[in-house]
């Protein structure tokens, strides 16, 4: 059987990370993958993370298996992060999945099953992933205009219509909460109102991406767009990740939440998760979810992670302003102040995916061929050579 498989190809975004660790070159610098590093260079594992660890050793009695829709402590925290005081807890079905990449096809499972060839609507651009899980899932992947041709903004009539006029009842429109992947380019509050505006006329339903709540403006600040969802719009899938916001990417902790009219008809919903889970992973692993539930649910611990979110925000402010600062100081024609209007890890530069190949060849300086930057692994110290090697793939490519 399996001689007669093709080499897939690797994946566009963590096929990039194993290139760059076989990369000999000591300057090489890693601004791919959406993993937040500190000044060093290194992925921290949160102060309070390691505290709620050491509860967790000095406190826990078993390793028995997880109710198939997670940990009960940790669900209910999560719920009150995502939703607030905007909508009923009770009309909220959710259920603890490996991660953010989890709750999306556990997510897109549940619909499929029940209504197969659903169509979801997907940005273009959009997380490279995003196609890939819902086909797997059955789900038939549509696009919608997100950006300028000049690909520094939002170009939202464009979005608008084609959702107006190609959108059709019970589709499912795929949203990123904030901090989009991987433009960092975000509807405004007015926007947003809109989106949910016409999402609630054509009745097709939000399948709400919130991976980075917390890099944006804040952690409330960067609910509000959900929020906003939902006041008009009475059905919603939501899926959350701590992977970039408690630094827990290994340990896979994220959450699916379907969001139904009435709390009459959360039993059925969640049901469906539940059986969407067993024949995919059976349940979820412990660890992440027991230290997020230990943190959040803390006063204390807490609040001393809402600083190290707030910390981590600022840090990727400064490498932003850095960067284009950096750049207007190589002198380059190409002005790339536009960055500071994006939010969160990431970067979409303008860069293409030649001048990306040049960057990794001449340089050893990697970042996605679409000119997606991790603005998240940047570093002062390295600012410099980061902004004169890009000047120079500019003259050398222009
Ligand atoms: C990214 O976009 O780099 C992250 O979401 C990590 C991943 O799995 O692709």
């Known amino acids: 059987m399996f001689e007669h498989l093709p080499v897939a190809p690797p994946d566009s975004i963590l096929g990039l990370s194993d290139a760059f660790a076989k990369d000999p070159r000591a300057s090489k610098i890693n601004l791919t993958v959406g993993v937040y590093k500190d000044e060093q260079g290194r992925t921290p594992i949160l102060a309070t993370v390691k505290k709620a660890e050491e509860i967790l050793l000095r406190t826990e009695t078993s390793k028995g298996y997880m109710p198939i829709e997670g940990h009960p402590e940790y669900l209910k925290a999560v719920v009150g992060l995502l939703f607030g005081g905007s909508i009923d807890h009770g009309r909220v079905a959710a259920a603890q999945t490996p991660g953010g990449t989890g709750a999306l096809r556990v997510g897109a499972d549940t619909v499929s099953r029940h209504f197969p060839n659903t169509r979801i609507w997907l940005s273009n651009p959009t997380w490279a992933n995003h196609g890939s899980i819902f086909q797997a899932a059955g789900l038939e992947t549509n696009v919608y205009p997100y950006l300028t041709a000049d690909k520094t903004s939002l170009d939202f009539p464009a979005m608008m219509s084609e959702l107006k006029s190609q959108g059709r009842r019970g589709d499912l429109v795929c949203l990123h909460a904030c901090c989009h992947n991987p433009t960092g ?10 989106i949910s505006e016409l999402l609630a006329e054509k009745q097709m339903i939000p399948f709400v991406d919130f991976a980075y709540q917390g890099f ?4 409330e600040e960067d609910a509000k767009p959900l929020h906003s969802l939902l006041e008009k719009n009475q059905e919603a899938i939501v899926c959350s990740s701590f992977s970039k916001n408690f630094g827990l990417y290994s340990e896979r902790v994220g959450t699916v939440a379907l969001v139904s009219k ?3 008809f959360t039993e059925a919903a969640l049901s469906q998760v539940r059986q969407a889970i067993r024949c995919n ?3 979820p692993p412990r660890h992440g979810a027991s230290t997020v539930a230990t943190v959040l649910t803390d006063t204390t611990l807490r609040n001393e992670w809402i600083a190290e979110v707030n910390a ?15 750049m207007a100081s190589t002198g380059v024609d190409r002005d790339f102040s536009f960055l500071s209007r994006q939010k969160g890890m990431f970067s979409y530069s303008g860069l293409n995916t ?11 300086i990697y970042i996605v061929g679409t000119g997606r930057i991790n603005v998240a692994g940047m570093a002062s110290s390295t600012m410099p050579e980061l902004c004169q090697a890009i000047a120079d793939c500019l003259r050398a490519t222009s």
């Open 185 to 194: 380019i975000d509807p405004t509050a007015e926007q947003w109102k809109e």
């Open 216 to 219: 944006g403006d804040g952690l």
């Open 262 to 264: 009435e709390a009459s």
């Open 281 to 283: 992973y059976s349940n």
């Open 312 to 326: 981590m925000r600022s840090r990727i402010s400064l490498m932003r302003a850095q960067f284009i600062s950096g």
């Open 354 to 364: 030649m001048q990306a190949d040049w960057l990794k060849k001449e340089r050893g």
